[in-house]
Nanobody
Framework: QVQLVESGGGLVQAGGSLRLSCAASGGTFSSYAMGWFRQAPGKERELVAR???????YYGDSVKGRFTISRDNARNTVYLQMNSLKPEDTAVYYC?????????????????WGQGTQVTVSS
């Protein structure tokens, strides 16, 4: 069983930056694809970014050019660097692990989930 713990959320002004971290334990982190999702109040959860086991990345259209996903296999940790934050980025952010090395672009494809961390961007 894989446990995922997110950290780094908080309150930031528009235009600011935050870096989210997700520490994994149990399982073989380096073999999993990792994704960051977010869910805003009243909206469905959406994929923000994904990184494959090999380091291939994917970004949702709304965050391209502003967010960067990366992973440190030695630390069993995946990161989400968020720059130029906007009020519409306000959401609970979740990290997830997919046992398929490439990683799904769908929520249903992920096998393990963290508890989420709140990001609030004020205008």
């Amino acid at each position: 069983q894989v446990q995922l713990v997110e950290s780094g959320g908080g309150l930031v002004q528009a235009g600011g930056s935050l870096r989210l971290s997700c520490a994994a334990s149990g399982g073989t982190f380096s073999s999993y694809a990792m994704g960051w999702f977010r869910q805003a109040p009243g909206k469905e959860r959406e994929l923000v970014a994904r990184i494959s086991a090999g380091g291939n990345t994917y970004y949702g259209d709304s965050v391209k050019g502003r967010f960067t996903i990366s992973r440190d296999n030695a630390r069993n940790t995946v990161y989400l660097q968020m720059n130029s934050l906007k009020p519409e980025d306000t959401a609970v952010y979740y990290c997830a692990a997919d046992k398929f090395w490439m990683g799904s672009l769908r929520e249903s494809g992920y096998d393990y989930w963290g508890q989420g961390t709140q990001v609030t961007v004020s205008s």
